[in-house]
Structures are given as structure tokens and as C-alpha cells.
């Protein structure tokens, strides 16, 4: 990596270094919504540099709501403005020292969903997690059912319903069948988790019909988001077999504001793990195809202090971004700019690592302590929950922000 | 309901009558997508209607690929414009006899999908279908998983890959296990099938939280189509443990392009099967919520004749459409205008009337003769699946046209 020195002042431990300048979508007012990329505490306003001219794109795919006008341009000009930014924020004699206009406080505006998201999909692809699953709901000795090591499995979710970090969310109301009822009950889910996932962002459209292999596959990821895919484990229960989870999820998803370039990551790419059996060819790959990415969970009480009850890291997914692309399109389903592709729960070996409360409270039955005293087996109102993500590699940082929502009581 | 007479030439036998008035997407060349209505084999073309002058709503809103910002103007207003076209289809001195331009014929134009759909929703609410799937793939004698007659079971489906009546689709290609066999193949789908079903279109947008009654999901149904949601088993039965259907759906779902409006089947609202046990307080619903329209699908090999090899009815649901939005949004998630809800497999008691090979093949055990000789267990390329509906009562037919779709080979 070259050292590059930027003359905006960065905090030492800032995701958003001259390294990474993710892109997203902020507002000053309600109604002007407008592309930002992050440095430091600080927001370079995209629209305002296209029209000084030091852009090659024209400040209209930068007056947008979403992302996804700009990310269609596709990468060649999307890389360039990113490398062109972090030019203009290292050299010496920029233009954009005469123009403090183009620098808003990160403080001073409201982030949005940075994509339309036209399909949103999730996987389930820590084997660490899957096997938890197994051991708690089906054979503890033959946890992994037989298709998980051939396939990465996944499903279709909701788009409608994932938001923005910051945006609060209903506990869900919902059918629950509880254990030696003869019939369901309606009722607010009382075993409401989180899913500590990662979420990548299609940046190049296909056709139906085409395929995507895992050789092409990176030329159609924009970047990675942080993405809690809150659970109702009561209602999904009941309600999953046999098409698959459904209310138990679509009552809302969060995801972190700024996504992050897969170029901006391409530094922390490490090796994941072995596979085996070995996978059908359309899933091999080479190279390596994981990523060094440090997770944590906090969960707050309402006005008390955060507990960190997860730690976890990206780099431990049994399936990769770019198989998890390639099973999805290897039928011909076409994807879209702004889709997101979630990777299931992050789950590690050690319990520490553990990204659901399903998994650190083992189905309910070990309650662990919060800083303040109070005891949790699965989230209680006013509780917010908060994820961070970032890598780091010889002194180079590149994060995430985090993720936050705080579970309001049923309506 | 009131005889209406237009001076507009319909065949006796259309489906799109006085009654109608169906909204879709057309064009006469490459560029120019717009809103028209059907009316016997023509089309109105409601731009050049409003550009008379003669329609409350702007023209703007007709000259836009999709129907997404004329729904959203919401049903006082689209009701308003369906009801002021009849009347000048109907009037003796109508302004619109002085225009032929307004007239375009069907056979000219170019049938487009009417709505984006943000999200695709396929449920599975036909008991007769769930009970047949449950008898050949678990227990004959208890073949409906013990939550199906308290919930609507459905699941998210991929919005990306629905296309209009017209589109050739290509056989997938996919993770097969075969019978006996220790590892899965990679193959073409050997067991490719439709799916009979219904779609209706949402009508009213809903907030992240909010919750839609039986009393009022009327008011967010805009109106109906036919859906083949194309299905490959093979795909669908090694891949769908735990997390439901994924490729073996997500290579392509038609849909037919005319929207009826959920008015113009009003006269043909029948009762629904008895639900048995009691539904929960949230589905309960009051008066007639099934719809009487008859359907058929018919299946013709390459450059040969057509068999018709199912007649069933969506008045055999025993889920209807005001359950299945209530319990879609109970949780709290939100819907949109353009979002496409499906039946599921519309099978009725009689074998005659199972809408999916499946049934009808008996899980490939049974083949059956085509007009043309040949025999079928499930497509085989070149085939074409078409289906039509249509409601009749007093001489008064109210129907979808079609959709059709041709399976190509494999890519």
C-alpha cells in the first residue's frame, strides 16, 4: 500500500480514512438529499466537487436520493471519482483548500439508505452459526443439514423493510406457537434478536438468463454495508417450514449508511475456510476470496451504558461473496444495481464470537449480565443495538461506522 | 349491475368488455412506453384521452413506463378515470368518436410489465395444492404441516426476474441430488413446471410499522393477473431445507400485462371454503372475499396444437387475498405501490383441476397424452404454457387475456 497523508485532519482511529472514502447519501434539509463520501468526522460533498469541475462525472448522478444512478455509471468511472477524491484530499496545492463549502460536519446531517434496493437476498453462509442452528433445533450429533456444505444457502427477503441505521423499530406482533400449546397465539414476539451480518452492494446489472461466475463476479460488487437482520425467533419458528422465514424477518433489516468499495478493501483479503467436500465447479474459486473485517455487537439498555456481547470477524464465512454471487445467478436470476446480498450470521468457534442472541443465550436458556446488572437471554424494549466493522493492516484503516436500531414496544 | 353499451366494436366472447377496462403498459415502438386501457382488441391510449382534455388526470402520468405513479395517485382518482373512459365508450355523442387516434389495436403494440414491483410475494394458500404437495413428499396421511390452517404460509420471492406474458424463459441450470446418489450434480432442471396462479397488484403505500386489517386491505388492492410462477422441483427439493424456495423459482415468474381492477371483479365475489379451525382474530373478515374466475392452462409442444390440461378456479382459495395482506403486514411491514402478491397453486378437489405438473403428473409417475401424441410428466424445451381467466355471470365477462411463455434450452 503507498502511504498516502491527507491535509483533512482524520482522527487517528477513524474508519473513514483517506484509505476508504465510502460513498452514501445525506441531507442538510428534508428535501435536498445528495451523494457524500466520508472523511474523517466529515463529509465531502460530491455535487459540490463536480461542479468546480474536478470530476469527470456531472453533478446530476450526485443530486440523487440513492446511489444508484452513480453506481451505474459502472466501476471505471465510479474508481476514478473515488481516486480522484483522495487526490484532491492528498495533494498539497488542492483546489479544494479555497472551498470549505465542500466539507459538511458528519454531526450536522441526517444519512439515508444509501441504495434502492430492488432485491434484497439473504445467505446463511457461517458454518459456525449453521451447526449452532442445527445443534439447537435439529440433531445435535448431524447439526448441518446435507445441503449446507454443497450450497450457499440463501433466500429471498424483504427489501421494503430494510432501513437506515438510526431508524427504530417496532417489536413485531406476530402467531407464536408456545411449547404444549394446542393452538397459536397472537402476540408481541418475545424473543427478538439481532443477526450481526456484513451486506454487499450489486454495482453492474445482467440480463435474465445470464451468469455470473465467480471469476466475474467482483466486477458486480460496489462495496460492503454492515447489516442487522433483527430475528423474531418466536414467530419465524412457527411459521418456517416449509417455504422458509417470512414475518419473522420482514419486520424490518438495518443497514450501516456508508458502503464501503470492495477496492477499499481489497487489502484485507485473506484465505477462508477449507471446503469440504470439495465444491461443483461453478463454486470454486481462486484466490483469496475472504475478508479481514474486525465485528463487534454492543447492546445498550435505554440511558445505560453499552455491554460488548459479540466480537467476531467477517473473515470466518464458510461462503464467500463471489460463490454467494454465483449460486445466485447460476440459474439465470438477474440482479441489479442496488441489490444487497446479505451473508447470514457472523458466528465464530469461540462463544465470544457468537452474532445472535439465539446462539450467546443458547436458545433462551443461559441468561448473561449487562454492565448495569440487568440480565438478557433476548432483547427487551428501549434496548438499542449497535454493530462496528473495520479492518486494519499496518496502521491503515478502513471501517464501517456501525449500524444501530433500538427496539420500540409493539404497536 | 347496470347493462352498459358501448359503440366500441367487442367481440362477444372478449375479455375485455364494457366491464373491464383493464390498465397495462403498451408501446408502438422501442421508446415510447404508455398507459392504455383494453377494450375489445383495441387499446385506449389514455395519454392521448387526457391530452383532450377529457380525464381528471394530468397526462403526464400515462406517458411512464410502468403504472407505479398513476396507482399511487390513489383509487378515488384511478377509479374516477376507469369510470369516465366507460362512460365515453358508452356515450352516444362521446368526444372520443371524433378521435380515432385514440385507438390503438392490440395486435400492433408491444405489451410490457405494468408495474415495477418492489417486492414479489408468492404465498401458498390453494389447501388442495399444499395437501397434494404434502402427500407425495411427507406423510400421505397427514399431509398439511400443522401451521397451515392458521397461517397464510408464504414467502418472499425474487422481483427481478418477473417478466411479462411473451417472454421466453431459459430451462435453469442447478444443484441437483438425485435419487440414491451421494453428491449433487450440477445439471439442466429435468423436471421443469408451472405454478397456476393469481397475483394481485398493491394499490396504497403502508408505513415501516403500520398494520393493514382485513377491513381495510380492499383499499390497498389496486388489482389482479395471471402468474405462472415457473418451478424447477429438482432445484427447489435438494436446495429449499431450511430457508424455502430460492433458484428453483428465481429463474423467471410471468405475469399477464392487463391489470383488472379489483372494481371490476366486484360482481364475482363468492364465498370461500370453511376454515377450519377458527382463524385467529386478525384474518377473520366478513362477507364474500373469493373471487368466481375460471381458469385454464394450456400446454403446446413446438409448432403443434395446444392441450388444455388444467381447468381449475380461484374460487377454490381457501386463504383469500384481504387474509393474506393482513397477516403480510402484521408484523409491521410496510408495503408498495407496484408490489405483486401471488396465490400460490390454484388446485381444486378434482384432478382435472391441479394447477402444476406436479399434481398433474403425480410426481413424474404419471404421464399424460398430449393432443399432438406425444406424452409429459413436466416441459421439455420448446413447450408452451399459457393461462387464461376469466369471470362470467348474466352475460357479463370480465377476463385477463393471458400468459404465455415458451422454455428455451438451457444456456
Same mark, same amino acid.
Given at each position: ?71 451505474? *455509471? ?14 484532491? *484530499? ?39 452459526? =449453521? ?45 407464536? !406457537? ?38 466475474? =463476479? ?83 439498555? !435505554? ?45 465464530? !468457534?469461540?462463544? !465470544? ?59
Amino acid at each position: 500500500m503507498t502511504t498516502l497523508k491527507t491535509w483533512v485532519s482524520v482522527p487517528k482511529d477513524s474508519d473513514f480514512s483517506i484509505y476508504n472514502l465510502p460513498y452514501g447519501i445525506f441531507s442538510l434539509d428534508e428535501n435536498t438529499l445528495k451523494v457524500g463520501m466520508a472523511i474523517g468526522k466529515q463529509i465531502v460533498d460530491l455535487s459540490a466537487v463536480a461542479d468546480l469541475g474536478l470530476l469527470e462525472v456531472n453533478s446530476f448522478y450526485f443530486r440523487q436520493s440513492t446511489l444508484n444512478e452513480f453506481i451505474g *455509471l459502472g466501476k471505471e468511472l465510479t474508481n476514478k471519482v473515488r481516486l480522484d477524491v483522495q487526490r484532491l *484530499l492528498v495533494l498539497e496545492n488542492s483546489p479544494l483548500k479555497n472551498h470549505p463549502e465542500v466539507f459538511i460536519a458528519q454531526r450536522e446531517v441526517r444519512m439515508h439508505l444509501p441504495v434502492r434496493i430492488g432485491d434484497y437476498t439473504d445467505f446463511y453462509s457461517s458454518i459456525e452459526h =449453521a451447526t449452532n442452528v442445527g445443534k439447537m433445533y435439529r440433531d445435535p450429533e448431524n447439526a448441518l443439514l446435507s445441503n449446507w456444505r454443497h450450497i450457499p444457502v440463501g433466500y429471498h427477503g424483504r427489501a421494503s423493510s430494510v432501513v437506515v441505521s438510526g431508524t427504530s423499530i417496532h417489536r413485531p406482533m406476530g402467531q407464536v !406457537k408456545q411449547k404444549d400449546a394446542s393452538e397459536p397465539t397472537f402476540k408481541a414476539s418475545e424473543s427478538l434478536d439481532f443477526e450481526l451480518e456484513m451486506g454487499f452492494v450489486i454495482g453492474k446489472n445482467t440480463k435474465l438468463g445470464e451468469r455470473i461466475s465467480t471469476k466475474n =463476479a467482483g466486477e458486480h460488487i460496489f462495496g460492503l454495508v454492515l447489516f442487522n437482520d433483527w430475528s423474531a425467533r418466536d414467530i419465524q419458528k412457527w411459521e418456517y417450514v416449509p417455504l422458509g422465514p417470512f414475518l419473522g424477518k420482514s419486520f424490518g433489516s438495518s443497514m450501516s449508511p456508508w458502503i464501503v468499495t470492495i477496492e477499499a478493501l481489497e487489502p484485507f483479503k485473506v484465505s477462508g475456510p477449507s471446503q469440504q467436500p470439495e465444491v461443483l465447479s461453478y463454486l470454486k474459486c481462486d484466490g483469496n476470496q475472504n475478508y479481514d473485517i474486525q465485528l463487534e455487537v454492543g447492546m445498550a439498555p !435505554k440511558d445505560s451504558n453499552e455491554t460488548v456481547i459479540s466480537t467476531s470477524n467477517f473473515k470466518y464465512m464458510y461462503w464467500n461473496m463471489i460463490q454467494q454471487l454465483a449460486h445466485h445467478t447460476v440459474n439465470g436470476c438477474n440482479v441489479n444495481v442496488g441489490d444487497v446480498m446479505a451473508s447470514g450470521t457472523i458466528s465464530g !468457534k469461540d462463544e !465470544k464470537s457468537y452474532g445472535s442472541l439465539l446462539e450467546i443465550s443458547w436458545g433462551g436458556k443461559k441468561p448473561f449480565e449487562m454492565k448495569d446488572g440487568s440480565t438478557r437471554t433476548f432483547i427487551e424494549d428501549y434496548d438499542t443495538i449497535t454493530m462496528r466493522g473495520f479492518a486494519e493492516k499496518k496502521g491503515v484503516r478502513v471501517g464501517f461506522g456501525e449500524v444501530s436500531g433500538t427496539i420500540l414496544p409493539s404497536v
